[in-house]
């Protein structure tokens, strides 16, 4: 059984940053993707950032420039450090991982960004 804990959402003003946090914990033998995904109301679940099995980064054309995926040395925790908010980055924040080798998705319960004009 695999558990991802997240935490550092909350509420800022147009402008402002916040840092999420990531941390997978449980039966993991290869992790082929972690990151994050978010979820506004009335709208469908869309990838903000993830790493992938070689390393390598994907990113959303609206958090190129502003957001950035990084990880610690484990590869178990992942961080997404948000900047330049804008109301319409307003969503639940769901960590994200896949593991292998029978690629298994799992997720957080999502933490809640609200950002404020």
């Known amino acids: 059984q695999v558990t991802l804990m997240e935490s550092g959402g909350g509420r800022v003003q147009a402008g402002g940053s916040l840092r999420l946090s990531c941390t997978a914990s449980?039966?993991?033998?290869?992790?082929?993707?972690m990151g994050w995904y978010r979820q506004a109301p009335g709208k469908s679940r869309e990838l903000v950032a993830t790493?992938?099995?070689?390393?390598?980064?994907d990113y959303a054309d609206f958090a190129k420039g502003r957001f950035a995926i990084s990880r610690d040395s484990a590869k178990t925790t992942v961080y997404l450090q948000m900047n330049n908010l804008k109301p319409d980055d307003t969503a639940t924040y769901y960590c994200?991982?896949?593991?292998?080798?029978?690629?298994?998705?799992?997720w957080g319960l999502g933490t809640q960004v609200t950002v404020s004009a």
């Open positions: 790493f992938r099995r070689e390393g390598n980064t």
């Open positions: 994200h991982l896949a593991v292998m080798p029978i690629i298994t998705d799992y």
């Open positions: 449980g039966s993991i033998d290869l992790i082929f993707a």
